[in-house]
Structures are given as C-alpha cells and as structure tokens.
C-alpha cells in the first residue's frame, strides 16, 4: 500500500543516499520512483544533467554547480536559459551580405558610363535596403542628385573602396572582369528614391542604376569609368543581398567576403597590383617564387612587350639564366661592391669580339685582337706588384725566363736613369744607337760681354758668330762639354751652383751664361753627346 506521511520534516528530507548520476529514462525518472521523495531525486538527477552533461556518459559535477562560465578563445558570460534565449536570436538575425550573380545580359547606351536597370534586369531581391540601415533586401544607396546621372553616391563600407553597395561587373560573354586603364570595373547600385524598403518596379520613382566605377591611381577612392571605356558593352552583374545569418545556404560559404575585389571574380595579378597601387608591400618574411617546370621563365617587359628582365628555368641541363633583354637602354649598377665570382665575359655577341676577366684566374683574354687605350692625353700606366714581363705566342721553349722582364731589381732603374736620365725606352734606345757620334760646334765671341749675361749666335744674342744650336735634348751637365779659349768649362745647373757655365734663357736656343766676363775674340767650342 502507499506509503502514509505523518511528519514532513522526517520523511521528506535530504537523501543521504543521493546519486547524482542516475542516467535519464523513462524508467529511471518515471517509472521505478514510488514516492516524492525519490521524484526530488531525480528531479536533481535532471537538474545536474541540464547543466553539466557535455557527452558520453556522465560528467562531471553536481546538481547544484553554478553555471560554468565559457573561457576558450576568450572569456565569456554565463548564461541562464533566458539569456541563451536572447543569444541564439542574436545569431540567428545577425545581418550578413552576400552576392547573388544576375546572369542578364545588360547593354551600356553609347555615350554613357551608367545604365538604368528595366523590371527584367533588377535584382532577384527587389526589396531596396536604402542607405546605413540594417533593413533586409538589396543593399542600394540614394542617387542623390539627377537620377539617370552617373553617380559616386555609396553605402559606406569596410573602407573607401569598399562600399556595400559595389557590384561586381563582368563581360557579358566572357564573364571576364573588364578593365579600365588596367584597372578593373566595378558598379554602384543606385536608386530614384531614398525610401528606405521600398519595392524595386523598374518604373518611375522606383527605378534603380548601376554607375561604373573603378579604384583611383592611388588606390585611395572609386572614381568614374570614362565613358569611352564601358559604352556599348554588354554586362552581367553581382549585386549585395542583406540577409540574416540563419538564412544563408550552404552555397553562400563557397563565396569568399568582399574587400576590395568582389566575390566570385577571378583575382588575377593584375588586379591584386592595381589595387595595391602605390602603397609598398611590407614583407617580414622570406618570400620564395619557384619555376616549377622545366624552360619556364618569369619576365618583365615593357610597353612594347619587349623582353628586359627574365628569369629562364634550365636546373635540368645547368642552363638556368638571368637575363637583361636586348631592350634595356641603360643598366645602371650603383653597388658598393660587385663581386663575380666566375668571372666576367664581355661582347660575346659575334666570334673573336670576346672579352673574359677572370674567368680563367688572374687572366684577362680576349677572342680577337685585344687593343688597351687610354683617354687622349693621359697615360696608359701598367704597374706590377713585382716582375712586370712581356711575352708572346713566338717565346722560345728554350727560353728559361717568363718572358723579358722590365726589370730585373731596383739597381736597373738606377743605372737607366744615370746613363740616359729620366727619358722613354725610345729615347733611350736613340741614344744608346747614336752614342759613338758627337756633334762639334765652334763659335767666336764678337763682343765683350759681361759675367751672366746670355751669349749665343746670329739668330739671338748675336754675340757669337755661330749658333750653339738646340742644347736641350739630353742632359745639360751629363751631355755637353764646353771649352772656353781651350779651357774645360765646369757645368752647373742654374747660377746658384757657382760654376763656369749654366744655361741661359733658351737652350734650345744655344743660349749659355758664364761666371766670367768674355773679350770680342775669345773662342768657345761645344761637344754635343746627344742623338
């Protein structure tokens, strides 16, 4: 029989047995409980189960735990069922934009770069989401000025280039991007009316236009396609759909977000570089191109399509190159250092015209005749760390030596310089060849003349009654021998050297002086060792 209950407090009370882990069920929780007592106890069972049951089997935790506050990724709030209530329609009307492909051909008028949309060429979604609202429908902004216009009127967006009103436009054929300077096209969906919601008919004043825009040059702001570039095309558009999150499909997660470039195009290099315009890219890390297939080349050309700069891949046959085009004008190298380490061929383009440094080591060679020159008026110089020594293909193998060497040690350059002075191994060689020939001039002084004072022929002085002749060609005090009345004269430099004779004022002219005064009748006569 059913149990009787006489005192509450007793009988219905803490169960000191209580398990907290009684799995739910129908028997479990309906029906093997025969009294009150035993319903708490499951009703606590649910209770632990509600707020800690995270898989198989039973968690951990009792009935009575707090509710468990979320910390994964960032700390979050705990929830009562309310409060979940509230959340989960939070998510679920969270407003999203998503494109929908209109798949009609449109034909831009000639002379226009807008379009005014007819009933058949709207957007699926009629419904027009005017302006900065969260109204679902066709995100769309007010043409502010003359309707039938082209217009920069947007919604605004992520940034400047991207307002949430931007279309992408594509060939109608193709469904290419079309571009516009090199920069792609896009369009911005405009309407007659600024009435928020309102229903897109194709009629006046419900009507809707597309104005064609493109990125500015500096990658900053939308500006207006010429008109030149988009009449008479014919186009397909995207357009942005506000809809809520709980509305979305599962083909929606195959579009990727719009920033810059529309979702669904084909994000092709040249569109990533005009929309990168003039900004740098700033790299932190290594950035690695890989030529993936044999012969393959990675070029940059210029407005003629001419080739300047290329990378060829040839790892297979050791042909790999990095190349500067025929047509590059001018290669301007400002390196602090520039290190080849094979070697450097130049003028390689016809046979014999060749020239390698350093590609044998320590050589510099050449496929023809290999002519060094200088500028005009200067010196060509060639200096050796030591042995500086002339060779050619006619060298003896009995010739011990390489080649005939300049020198030999420091004594040779003292003995050239005694012997011919400081003159060229031409001169030298004239002298050496010329040395048993001295030429002899005689001349008799016409006048008295003072101490230091110029005494040459006829042709100057006109003291002696013959020219000395040229005296400059070899050295003054090494080469001539002066007599005076038969009397050796002791050469000097100049006067300060305080000995018989010196040069005048022109030796080339013959001009002499003497330390002494000279009578009208003496006799001088010159020795002439010089070529």
Same mark, same amino acid.
């Given at each position: 029989?059913?149990?009787?209950?006489?005192?509450?407090?007793?009988?219905?009370?803490?169960?000191?047995?209580?398990?907290?882990?009684? $799995?739910?069920?129908?028997?479990?929780?309906?029906?093997?409980?025969?009294?009150?007592?035993?319903?708490?106890?499951?009703?606590?069972?649910?209770?632990?189960?509600?707020?800690?049951?995270?898989? $198989?089997?039973?968690?951990?935790?009792?009935?009575?735990?707090?509710?468990?506050?979320?910390?994964?990724?960032?700390?979050?709030?705990?929830?009562?069922?309310?409060?979940?209530?509230?959340?989960?329609?939070?998510?679920?009307?969270?407003?999203?934009?998503?494109?929908?492909?209109?798949?009609?051909?449109?034909?831009?008028?000639?002379?226009?770069?807008?379009?005014?949309?007819?009933?058949?060429?709207?957007?699926?979604?009629?419904?027009?989401?005017?302006?900065?609202?969260?109204?679902?429908?066709?995100?769309?902004?007010?043409?502010?000025?003359?309707?039938?216009?082209?217009?920069?009127?947007?919604?605004?967006?992520?940034?400047?280039?991207?307002?949430?009103?931007?279309?992408?436009?594509?060939? =109608?054929?193709?469904?290419?991007?079309?571009?516009?300077?090199?920069?792609?096209?896009?369009?911005?969906?405009?309407?007659?009316?600024?009435?928020?919601?309102?229903?897109?008919?194709?009629?006046?004043?419900?009507?809707?236009?597309?104005?064609?825009?493109?990125?500015?040059?500096?990658?900053?702001?939308?500006?207006?396609?010429?008109?030149?570039?988009?009449?008479?095309?014919?186009?397909?558009?995207?357009?942005?759909?506000?809809?809520?999150?709980?509305?979305?499909?599962?083909?929606?997660?195959?579009?990727?977000?719009?920033?810059?470039?529309?979702?669904?195009?084909?994000?092709?290099?040249?569109?990533?570089?005009?929309?990168?315009?003039?900004?740098?890219?700033?790299?932190?890390?290594?950035?690695?191109?890989?030529?993936?297939?044999?012969?393959?080349?990675?070029?940059?050309?210029?407005?003629?399509?001419?080739?300047?700069?290329?990378?060829?891949?040839?790892? $297979?046959? =050791?042909?790999?190159?990095?190349?500067?085009?025929?047509?590059?004008?001018?290669?301007?190298?400002?390196?602090?250092?520039?290190?080849?380490?094979?070697?450097?061929?130049?003028?390689?383009?016809?046979?014999?015209?060749?020239?390698?440094?350093?590609?044998?080591?320590?050589?510099?060679?050449?496929?023809?005749?290999?002519?060094?020159?200088?500028?005009?008026?200067?010196?060509?110089?060639?200096?050796?760390?030591?042995?500086?020594?002339?060779?050619?293909?006619?060298?003896?193998?009995?010739?011990?030596?390489?080649?005939?060497?300049?020198?030999?040690?420091?004594?040779?350059?003292?003995?050239?310089?005694?012997?011919?002075?400081?003159?060229?191994?031409?001169?030298?060689?004239?002298?050496?060849?010329?040395?048993?020939?001295?030429?002899?001039?005689?001349?008799?002084?016409?006048?008295?003349?003072? $101490?230091?004072?110029?005494?040459?022929?006829?042709?100057?002085?006109?003291?002696?009654?013959?020219?000395?002749?040229?005296?400059?060609?070899?050295?003054?005090?090494?080469?001539?021998?002066?007599?005076?009345?038969?009397?050796?004269?002791?050469?000097?430099?100049?006067?300060?050297?305080?000995?018989?004779?010196?040069?005048?004022?022109?030796?080339?002219?013959?001009?002499?002086?003497?330390?002494?005064?000279?009578?009208?009748?003496?006799?001088?006569?010159?020795?002439?060792?010089?070529?």
């Amino acid at each position: 029989m059913g149990r009787n209950i006489f005192r509450q407090e007793e009988q219905i009370r803490k169960s000191d047995l209580y398990d907290d882990t009684i $799995a739910p069920s129908l028997a479990a929780y309906e029906t093997n409980p025969v009294n009150i007592e035993d319903d708490l106890n499951r009703l606590r069972s649910f209770a632990q189960n509600a707020l800690n049951r995270n898989g $198989a089997g039973f968690p951990a935790g009792d009935w009575y735990a707090d509710i468990t506050q979320p910390t994964a990724l960032e700390n979050g709030a705990q929830r009562g069922i309310s409060q979940l209530g509230i959340g989960l329609h939070a998510i679920e009307k969270k407003r999203v934009l998503r494109d929908v492909h209109n798949l009609t051909d449109i034909t831009v008028g000639a002379g226009n770069n807008f379009s005014i949309l007819t009933l058949g060429q709207l957007p699926t979604n009629t419904t027009a989401a005017v302006g900065a609202v969260t109204t679902l429908g066709t995100v769309i902004a007010f043409h502010a000025g003359t309707f039938g216009t082209h217009s920069l009127d947007e919604v605004a967006g992520v940034d400047a280039i991207s307002p949430k009103n931007l279309l992408l436009i594509v060939d =109608g054929d193709t469904r290419d991007p079309i571009l516009s300077g090199g920069r792609q096209v896009y369009g911005l969906l405009q309407s007659e009316t600024a009435t928020d919601g309102h229903t897109l008919t194709g009629t006046t004043p419900v009507r809707a236009q597309i104005s064609y825009v493109r990125i500015n040059a500096a990658g900053s702001d939308l500006e207006a396609v010429p008109v030149a570039d988009i009449e008479n095309r014919v186009i397909n558009y995207t357009s942005r759909e506000r809809v809520r999150l709980e509305d979305l499909n599962e083909a929606d997660f195959l579009r990727g977000a719009v920033v810059d470039v529309p979702a669904g195009s084909t994000v092709t290099r040249q569109i990533a570089y005009v929309n990168q315009g003039t900004t740098p890219v700033d790299q932190t890390t290594n950035a690695i191109l890989d030529l993936e297939a044999a012969g393959i080349a990675w070029r940059i050309r210029d407005d003629a399509e001419a080739n300047l700069f290329s990378v060829i891949e040839g790892s $297979a046959g =050791g042909t790999s190159e990095v190349e500067f085009g025929a047509d590059v004008d001018l290669f301007d190298n400002d390196a602090a250092v520039n290190n080849f380490l094979n070697g450097l061929s130049v003028d390689t383009g016809a046979a014999g015209t060749t020239i390698n440094l350093g590609v044998t080591a320590n050589e510099i060679d050449s496929g023809g005749a290999l002519t060094v020159r200088s500028a005009a008026a200067t010196q060509l110089k060639l200096a050796a760390g030591g042995r500086l020594a002339l060779t050619d293909s006619f060298e003896p193998g009995s010739w011990s030596l390489d080649g005939i060497a300049l020198s030999d040690a420091a004594l040779d350059w003292t003995d050239f310089e005694a012997e011919f002075g400081e003159v060229s191994l031409m001169r030298a060689i004239v002298q050496a060849a010329s040395a048993g020939g001295i030429r002899k001039v005689h001349a008799t002084v016409t006048s008295n003349v003072s $101490a230091n004072v110029n005494v040459s022929g006829p042709s100057d002085d006109n003291n002696l009654d013959a020219d000395l002749g040229d005296l400059s060609s070899g050295s003054f005090i090494a080469d001539y021998d002066i007599y005076y009345n038969g009397q050796y004269q002791r050469p000097g430099a100049d006067a300060s050297a305080n000995h018989d004779v010196y040069p005048g004022t022109s030796l080339a002219n013959g001009q002499l002086r003497f330390e002494h005064k000279l009578k009208n009748g003496d006799e001088i006569a010159v020795f002439d060792r010089t070529p």
